[in-house]
């Protein structure tokens, strides 16, 4: 299960004879994947092959067309490989799953973005938080001395490989992803040219079949569609159609994908987050994120079929949708009336949090973008305005009197364990900084008291300050009422609110 998430590139250098696999039927995050790794190791030096096996050789236009446009150095390797002489890399896809050839070899990593199907300790990273392999061979050569920038070929297939793997960025699972799409030079007439040779007639034709066997499920305003194995980039378009269709509020196509179950979520309700959808019906035996109107998801079919041999996933999903509409309530400020009775009063422990004085990050008025875990935001540069950093590393602006009413700025360094670090970007000169560089430590300085209660089951929030998307509190986790203005109700993660908040014995 567990793959050394530390692993770098530079580590393989004590190999010479290099041997990078592709799964069978190789897309086009499989084959640039490969093509970085590939380019990094023949600038040291080594020798090294990409291949990849299977019945089919590439045949699809636009594969045919990427290795031909950039280059690519992929062979077919035949039915039966020989053995890799030192060392074999799996590239999207894991050594030993079922839609890669065995090649015997005596050392093996594996770098891929897909749940772990590994029942042992392996070499290599499997990071399924990422949109596509090509995000991870990215970040591991940023780390290194390779100059991947001035490649033009290899960053415009990285960019493809991720664009493919992603429904055209549509379906972009995390921050990486985004940062990879802004940091690589790539050819636009080449995206361009790929992207409209992507479909064949007989595709077409499947998608066709695929919206005529739509079902309707007038309950809950979903249509659910069955497409017979295509590109995946097809789900998205039928899906991104689908949901036109008046009387249609969410909109899932899925298809077999040999290892597993390919879904495509659109959602155009704000009570149901595409991306909250996606991993929904495929927790446990896979992963689903995006955005709130698009995402998509994958459920691996050896896990899927352990623990429901006799249900088929139309079935499956079925039930999944029930389960997930009468999984949580929701809540609208300003409308919603809570029952102080039924909850307990907290106070909140001043732990040190993290502020920035946006002017000292760039100059007044200047137009920023804000990247964090939970997404990307638009700012101003406001002498005004500070920005918070919130224990998860989310970022909020403040208004600055605001900030010199409540908090106290400490001398302390700042010290936070963040997933993902938030990053500015100035959007006139493209330029990126880390926020975390300008951070100063500060300390809330008088008592705030909530109401809150733990949750039993799910509970969706719409806040005074986001009407478009909801708060999403799960069991567990806490909902509350701020004391001073009772319209004001929110989540408070279980985690964060065991940190910060303590019984009020004042009350
Ligand atoms: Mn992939």
Known sequence: MEANEELTLEELLEYDDILIQCHDNPDADAIASGFALYSYFVSKNKKVKLGYSGKNVIKKSNLVKMIDILEIPIDYLGLKPSPARELLITVDC???????????????????????????????????????????????????????????????????????????????????????????????????????????????????????????????????????????????????????????????????????????????????????????????FGNGGGHSEKAGGYLNKQTYLKQNPYLNIEAYITRRMENYYNSYTVAYAGEYQADLTKMKRYVKNNLPIAFVKSTDLLPEGTPILVRTLEGDANLTINAEHYLMIGIRGEVYPIMREKFEKTYQVLDSKVEMQLDYTPKIRNIIDGENYELMDYAKSCVATGKSSIYAYQLDKSMKIFTKWYQDTYMLGKPGDYFAVREEDHQDIYIVEQKIFNKTYQLDEDA
């Open 94 to 284: 894991q050594y030993g799953a079922g839609n890669v050839t065995h090649i015997d070899s005596k050392n093996v990593v594996i770098l891929d973005h897909h749940q772990s199907i590994q029942t042992e300790k392996c070499r290599g990273i499997i990071n399924p938080k990422l949109g596509s392999c090509s995000t991870l061979i990215w970040s591991l050569l940023k780390k290194t001395d390779f100059d991947y920038k001035s490649d033009n070929k290899l960053g415009t297939a990285l960019y493809y490989g991720l664009y493919t793997d992603t429904n055209q960025f549509s379906e972009l699972i995390g921050p990486l992803d985004m940062d990879m799409r802004d940091d690589v030079f790539y050819m636009k007439s080449v995206i361009f040219e790929l992207k409209n040779s992507n479909l064949s007639l007989r595709e077409m034709k499947i998608a066709g079949a695929a919206i005529n066997s739509n079902v309707y499920n007038d309950k809950y305003r979903y249509a659910l569609i069955h497409s017979e194995p295509c590109d995946p980039n097809i789900l998205g378009l039928i899906s991104d159609l689908f949901l036109q269709v008046d009387g249609v509020d969410i909109c899932l196509v899925y298809n077999d994908q040999n290892d597993g179950y390919k879904l495509s979520v659109r959602s155009c309700i704000r009570e149901v987050q595409a991306c909250e959808l996606a991993s929904f019906l495929t927790e446990g």
